[in-house]
């Protein structure tokens, strides 16, 4: 449909959305994140937070990121910043020494079988 309506795949180019970001240089975000990288250029955190903004502002526009593992990654850092967690510090206990400790379900032979029944 779309081919005989434009012709040419080509010019399915000009129908792509454009990105454009505006950024309000007065909002006080910005001008924290400023004072911030102005303060220290190398900061990471301020790095992080600027991808996140410009990662945000693009799914909150309807657009899809590239690698949303890395948005996640950031924003679990900046989590773990905000409560103040070391990224050196380990977790207490892994996660196979925790399943061991869990208790089995109730009735998990009960809701298989049901399971089944419905297949």
Same mark, same amino acid.
């Given at each position: 449909m779309?081919?005989?309506?434009?012709?040419?795949?080509?010019?399915?180019?000009?129908?792509a959305a454009k990105k454009h970001l505006e950024i309000n240089p007065d909002?006080?975000?910005m001008?924290?994140?400023?004072?911030?990288? @102005?303060n220290d250029k190398n900061d990471k955190s301020?790095?992080?937070l600027v991808m996140l903004l410009f990662e945000t502002s693009?799914?909150?526009?309807g657009f899809s990121l590239e690698d949303p593992t890395v948005h996640g990654s950031r924003i679990y850092r900046m989590i773990k910043?905000?409560?103040?967690?070391e990224d050196d510090e380990a977790p207490a206990e892994s996660m196979e020494e925790a399943n061991e400790?869990?208790?089995?379900?109730?009735? @998990?032979?009960? @809701?298989a079988s049901r399971m089944e029944e419905v297949d």
């Open positions: 779309k081919a005989q309506a434009l012709r040419d795949t080509s010019t399915m180019g000009y129908m909002h006080s975000i001008e924290t994140l400023r004072q911030k990288a @102005d301020v790095k992080d693009l799914l909150s526009s910043l905000g409560l103040g967690i400790e869990m208790p089995p379900l109730e009735n @998990d032979d009960e @809701d």
